[in-house]
T-cell receptor, first 112, second 115 residues
Framework: KQEVTQIPAALSVPEGENLVLNCSFT??????LQWFRQDPGKGLTSLLL?????REQTSGRLNASLDKSSGRSTLYIAASQPGDSATYLC???????????FGKGTSLLVTP | GAVVSQHPSRVICKSGTSVKIECRSL??????MFWYRQFPKQSLMLMAT?????????EQGVEKDKFLINHASLTLSTLTVTSAHPEDSSFYIC???????????FGNGTRLTVT
């Protein structure tokens, strides 16, 4: 069974800092990996999707990398802003189908 | 972009009653929809996969008679929590893909509180 782990569980940084969120997974046989943002009490917003054949994806200040062989992904956030404060979830789609296996998330707080 | 609408966003019910949660794909057809549950400080856990026109597939440990799923059309899936109990209080969220190996789009979730 695929297990997804996210480190750290919580992170607090001052505005303007660059930061890295980590995600690891146990089964490298994946279709894709997706990073989401979850605001308190809200649904999920898809940030980046990396196909299993890709190494990274970029969107604005966000960059996600994927090293499938080592079972790792990182989400890099450049020049963090208070509006980036949220929980960031990593999810892996494995060979069983569409469904995603989620990590517990990293709770990010960016202070002004 | 693709939108998934989920209703209600919040519901409070008494123990023993049933609650229906709707998940709609607004601008695309979803032959498959997923239902997740999230307890406080826990990760999202897949409950079941809803397939249009056929029976849902439930994850191990999820009672199919308690969590009834209906996917009668290509744009609507419903989750009914029957005879709800306080331990069913949780955040329920649905999602649907626009295609194979495509990003999943999520509803905004339903906060269920059973008193």
């Amino acid at each position: 069974k695929q297990e997804v782990t996210q480190i750290p569980a919580a992170l607090s940084v001052p505005e303007g800092e660059n930061l890295v969120l980590n995600c690891s997974f146990t089964d490298s046989a994946i279709y894709n990996l997706q990073w989401f943002r979850q605001d308190p009490g809200k649904g999920l917003t898809s940030l980046l999707l990396i196909q299993s054949s890709q190494r990274e994806q970029t969107s604005g200040r966000l960059n996600a990398s994927l090293d499938k062989s080592s079972g790792r992904s990182t989400l890099y956030i450049a020049a963090s802003q208070p509006g980036d404060s949220a929980t960031y979830l990593c999810a892996v789609m494995d060979n069983s189908g569409y469904a995603l296996n989620f990590g517990k998330g990293t709770s990010l707080l960016v202070t002004p | 972009g693709a939108v998934v609408s989920q209703h209600p966003s919040r519901v409070i019910c008494k123990s023993g009653t049933s609650v229906k949660i709707e998940c709609r794909s607004l601008d695309f057809q979803a032959t498959t929809m997923f239902w997740y549950r999230q307890f406080p400080k826990q990760s999202l856990m897949l409950m079941a996969t809803s397939n249009e026109g056929s029976k849902a597939t439930y994850e191990q440990g999820v009672e199919k008679d308690k969590f009834l799923i209906n996917h009668a059309s290509l744009t609507l899936s419903t989750l009914t929590v029957t005879s709800a109990h306080p331990e069913d209080s949780s955040f329920y969220i649905c999602s649907a893909p626009t295609g194979w190996n495509s990003p999943l789009h999520f509803g905004n979730g339903t906060r269920l509180t059973v008193t």
